[in-house]
């Protein structure tokens, strides 16, 4: 079996990354909720370590998460990261204090002595700091390894035990090493030996459901998007035609969207496919709905019961098999993070379903290794590239309340925009690119006549990973021509603007 480490949630909103990390120095990650392990599970499992992640919590708080100190005698070695370093420090009698006005957000200089940690790091450099509270006192047995001018005990260690802590982020690329430390914490004080390739993920996932699922029967939630279409390659190998998929169509699609997705995955693929005309019953339930987490968890909900209907007609269906990646499970509160916003699958789901239990095969993957397996499963390329797609459709692309016309002027706008970045060949292709229709109408001028038309808003974002994305600086005679055609193709358009704010603050899409 490859070498496994555990990563411990507590909460934070870079969590994801250090596992995203990890894996890509092809070591498995296994992300965990901090209180659904104990001690003699992570025992029994044989993780090669275990990581504390980052978190928004005081340790000093009776109410911030805590796992068992029992951990720590497991002779499993330990990294902690920012609130992790400091829980691991208050489970070994250090002491932790608040900051004040000395706490630490940014780029800050770092300067480290000799440690099996920091191999092959210069002795200065720059970490990313993001913290109100700190060590005050490192526990007995600990020795302070790393400094920076306001913190004392950025970083410590117990050499003997393996138990590490840092106060910054290594998993963020504003920390110049922190690849390099992650990579000495896995091989050097591990002993990993980097041999997980995701053709391991595929072939146990298959197993997996091969066993789990034998004599059950799944119904697929098929949006047409990579991650759903992933999902359901994958299950359809490990249970063949005991999976249905249903793909409905919720009068939220993209334009051409749902003949693309009936003519690949029935003809090309022979699944059992059902498609399901659900326009007027979504848009019924939207009508009049502005607040974007009402629109996500009205979609959510009748997603579901729109499922539980085709069930009945199918006869016994024991499971629902949906898309979700680790991303959607972190946005929408996994563990202790705040809602960022409530993907259709996690938080906008209904408390009662009518099905034994949800599979999630991608629940633990980024969307660059959703990919991977999309590839190592024979999904066309064109399939497995294509745009990510949010489950609530155009609903969050339309901001304020939804309507027919607006959705039919937002699907043209949005068609003409991707077809000028496919002509563009840009040598670097933006991550997501998309375009809005904002709640805001102006003034504008066609002919000798005057206009009063929707503002449509063009959105492009780089990123590697989907938590933190740049947006994308695209050509101006591109973002021209995409301007031109919108203004004079879709009627009800009369301006269009580029949005060229990041995430964070902002997040990938507007709702």
């Not at 420090?89 to 440690?115: F, N």
């Not at 197993?207 to 789990?212: I, M, V």
């Not at 002919?447 to 780089?462: E, F, I, K, M």
Request: proline letters at 5%; glycine letters at 10%; hydrophobic letters at 40%.
């Amino acid at each position: 079996m490859q070498d496994r480490i555990l990563v411990l949630d507590f909460g934070g909103q870079y969590n994801l990354l250090i596992a995203r990390r990890v894996r890509e120095q092809h070591v498995y990650a296994k992300i965990r909720p901090y209180n659904s392990v104990s001690p003699d599970e992570i025992r029994a499992a044989g993780y090669r370590g275990v990581i504390f992640t980052g978190g928004p919590n005081s340790v000093t708080d009776p109410a911030s998460p805590h796992c068992d100190p029992a951990i720590l005698t497991l002779g499993v070695p330990i990294l902690g990261i920012c609130y992790g370093h400091q829980l691991l420090a208050w489970m070994a009698g250090g002491e932790i204090a608040s900051a004040g006005s000395a706490g630490e957000y940014g780029r800050v200089e770092l300067t480290h002595a000799d440690s099996p940690l920091f191999d092959g790091i210069p002795a200065k450099s720059v970490c990313w700091m993001s913290h109100a509270d700190y060590v005050k006192k490192a526990p007995e047995g600990f020795s302070l390894i790393a400094g920076t001018e306001h913190c004392p005990c950025a970083a410590m260690a117990d050499e003997d035990r393996k138990l590490y802590g840092v106060q910054f982020h290594p998993e963020v690329t504003h920390t110049a090493f922190g690849t390099r430390l992650l990579h000495n914490f896995l091989f050097i004080i591990c002993g990993c030996r980097g041999d997980w390739t995701m053709d391991d993920f595929v072939a146990a996932s298959i197993e997996r459901y091969r066993r789990e699922l034998a004599g059950k029967r799944a119904l697929c939630a098929l949006s047409g998007g990579v991650d759903s279409a992933v999902a359901a390659v994958l299950l359809h190998r490990a249970i063949g035609d005991r999976l249905t998929c249903v793909f409905v169509d919720h009068g939220l699609l993209r334009k051409g969207e749902a003949e693309q997705v009936e003519q690949v995955f029935r003809d090309r693929f022979r699944m059992n496919l059902i498609c399901v005309d659900a326009r007027e019953r979504f848009l019924s339930k939207l009508r009049g709905v502005t607040e974007p987490e009402r629109k996500r968890k009205i979609i959510g909900e009748e997603f579901i019961r729109v499922f539980e209907d085709e069930a009945k007609r199918i006869g016994k269906t024991d499971v629902l098999v949906q898309g979700t990646i680790y991303p959607d499970v972190v946005e929408s509160g996994a563990g202790n993070a705040d809602v960022i916003k409530s993907h259709h699958n996690v938080g906008g789901l209904p408390e009662t379903i009518g099905f034994e239990s949800i599979v999630e095969p991608l629940r633990e993957l980024f969307k660059d290794e959703v990919r991977a397996v999309g590839l190592e499963l024979g999904i066309p390329k064109e399939i497995v590239m294509r745009q990510p797609f949010p489950g609530p459709g155009l609903a969050i692309r339309v901001v304020g309340e939804i309507t027919e016309d607006k959705l039919a002027a937002l699907r043209e706008a949005d068609a003409v925009f991707r077809e000028e970045i496919a002509k563009a060949g840009l040598s670097n292709m933006p991550n997501q690119y998309f375009a809005v229709l904002t709640g805001s109408r102006s003034v504008g001028v066609m002919g000798d006549g005057r206009t009063y038309g929707w503002t449509v808003a063009l959105r492009a974002v780089s990123t590697d990973d989907f938590m933190t994305a740049d947006w994308t600086r695209l050509p101006y005679e591109l973002l021209e021509r995409a301007s031109s055609r919108i203004t004079n193709e879709v009627r009800s358009v009369s301006r269009v603007v580029y949005d060229i704010t990041s995430k964070p603050p902002a997040t990938v899409e507007w709702e």
